[in-house]
């Protein structure tokens, strides 16, 4: 039987970061994903149908640096933003967020990742550490954990012992399944419409977020400054139907949403509309499996957070893993696993709250409610002190840990 001192279960982008993180430590590390990635990297090339765009905040960033890698990042099609506004499509409220270039060029506001070509990229860097054994298109038959150590059954009669297994196979996740940990899950009754769109005016590296009714339209500048992502969060027939629709008529559509603010936009590439789900795991740990990334949670993708959110489960498990290993403790013991536990269920909570809150009051049609989101957005609007907590806030420094402040 072999053994390995943590499997990873998922080379997602969150999977991949644990184990940079871990590459120093002498430890045996395991990665086990079910899916082959499909086409190598290749950073000169950027994609006219580019379709999943994330956006990676300060801390997030911090994470990177730290791993020595976020050169590598900033040059493969990364963005940046240093301006977002939203506003009400048919009324007042509207509020503007900033961060001044000249003050200096090193803030942003956040940074705009295609998750495929990061991806692909921390892919290749995790293959080449040392320390570190992938096997891909495996099918786990049984999960076992025990006091002293889990034991993974593989098909073909292959089993594997480790200290501890880290599930970071996303949403569906399979081991939190398999598990039984209980799921708090729930349907934002909307889809997301994702596309690349060309604008008449340059974005000059402004995000933009227009809320009308039961849409919310999110764009992202990316580095041609007349291209950017669009993150369309509809109800399910309206964005089946824009998707569907000739580019002509979504062209239209999509010009009126966006206020003509960047003058007329034509769809580039693709249209693909994806489900929104939520999802809070009870359990971030048991004895011997972590829960990290989407396996633990997802959320509205309204706040950009989801990515951060697991970037940061990442991050405080690093930490975690490296103090208990040089303090030469089990690393995969409930008890000593629960400080991570505890951290970031509350991070998770305070995003999810926050998500939801924000979810709830900026979709709709109830004048009531319209007229509450035009009062906060213009309220805060005037409020410097806010507005910088929640900029904070939403550049993830307000919960990072401590070891990568
Ligand atoms: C429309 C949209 C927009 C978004 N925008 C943002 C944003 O702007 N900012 C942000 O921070 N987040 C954003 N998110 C969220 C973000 O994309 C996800 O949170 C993130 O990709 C999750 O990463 P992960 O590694 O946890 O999971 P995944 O990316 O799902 O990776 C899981 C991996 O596990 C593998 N796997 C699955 N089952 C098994 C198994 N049984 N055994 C082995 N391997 C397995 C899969 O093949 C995959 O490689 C957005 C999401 C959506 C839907």
Redesign the pocket.
């Known amino acids: 039987m072999d053994h390995y001192d943590i499997v990873i ?7 991949l970061s644990v184990a940079c993180g871990l590459q120093d430590l002498g430890l045996q590390v395991l990665i ?4 082959l990635p499909k086409t190598p990297i290749n950073t000169e090339i950027i994609s006219p149908h580019a379709k999943h765009f ?2 990676l905040n300060q801390a997030s960033k911090f994470l990177f640096q730290h791993f020595g890698i976020w050169s590598n990042i900033l040059n493969i099609n990364t963005s940046t933003f240093y301006r977002m506004e939203m506003w009400e499509r048919d009324s007042f409220g509207n509020i503007t967020f900033e961060e001044s270039l000249r003050r200096n060029p090193a803030r942003s506001l956040g940074y705009i990742i295609e ?1 495929k070509k990061v991806h692909d990229f921390l892919w290749q860097y995790v293959k080449n550490l040392h320390n570190m054994t992938i096997i891909t298109s495996e099918k ?1 038959i049984k999960v076992s954990l025990k006091d002293k150590k889990a034991l993974i059954f593989l098909k073909k009669n292959t089993v594997i012992s480790t200290n501890l297994i880290i599930a ?4 569906d996740s ?2 939190r399944q398999h598990i039984k940990i209980p799921l708090l899950s729930w349907n934002y009754k909307h889809n ?1 419409l ?1 596309s690349n769109i060309r604008t008449e005016i340059p974005h000059q590296k402004t995000a933009y977020q227009i809320f009308h009714n039961n849409s919310i339209l999110v764009f992202l500048p990316l580095i041609d400054p007349n291209l950017g992502a669009i ?1 369309w969060s509809l109800l399910p027939e309206k964005a089946e139907y824009l998707a569907g629709t000739s580019e002509a008529l979504f062209n239209q559509h999509l010009s009126v949403n966006f206020d003509v603010k960047l003058g007329l936009c034509n769809a580039e590439g693709m249209r693909q509309v ?1 489900p929104l789900q939520g999802c809070y795991t009870h359990k971030f740990i048991f004895n011997r499996l972590v829960l990290v ?3 633990a949670h ?1 959320i509205y ?1 309204l706040s ?5 959110l ?1 970037l940061m489960d990442a991050a405080e498990l690093i930490g975690e893993i490296r103090r208990l290993h040089h303090q030469g403790k089990d690393i995969g013991q409930h008890q000593h696993l629960r400080r991570y536990e505890r951290r970031r269920k509350y991070s998770t909570f305070q995003t999810l709250i926050g998500t939801e809150g924000c979810y709830r009051i900026f979709i709709g049609e109830n004048l009531r409610k319209k007229f509450l989101r035009d009062s906060l957005l213009t309220i805060i609007n005037q409020l410097p002190s806010i507005k910088s907590y929640l900029l904070k806030n939403a550049q993830g420094m307000t919960n990072i840990p401590n070891w990568l402040r």
């Open positions: 279960f998922g080379a997602g982008i969150v999977g086990i994903e079910s899916t994330s956006v998750n786990v970071a196979d996303g949403a399979s081991l997301a994702i993150i994806l990334g989407n396996s997802t993708p950009d957070q989801g990515l951060n697991g």
